[in-house]
């Protein structure tokens, strides 16, 4: 989500709205919001059904141990739901028509869309 601070701005110049989905519940992201001074809308996909909808949700019980383990995080809090799935980390540009125009979705979480690749696509989605 940091990495989009950096273009925030250059995409609204552009005349984006920028949303980003999680699977935490609505206090966590409030938590989220106010701890990483976001300004873009943060939207809470807690049963994960738009993530299933574009196909970057999945089940993964050792990642799920691995959160609990070595990052102190409960999942199952933060989701509010056992169901143990997680969104593949993923990007989409839609174009004036409201269509997607572009996207990236990464199963390795580690590897995120680098933010000039994510500003060009956005630049040809206008055009």
Known sequence: MGQL???EQDLINLG???FAVSPDIVAQLHATVDKN????????DRGMAASQAFGIAFRNE?????????????LEEYAGDDHHMLPVPAVFVLDTD???AFHYVNPDFRVR???AVLLEAAKAALK
């Open 37 to 44: 001074e976001l300004k873009y809308r943060l939207l809470s």
């Open 62 to 74: 050792e990642m799920v141990r691995t959160y609990r383990e070595s990052y102190q995080l409960d």
């Open 5 to 7: 601070q950096e273009i």
């Open 16 to 18: 984006y709205q920028l």
């Open 113 to 115: 869309l680098p933010e």
């Open 98 to 100: 409201g269509r997607i």
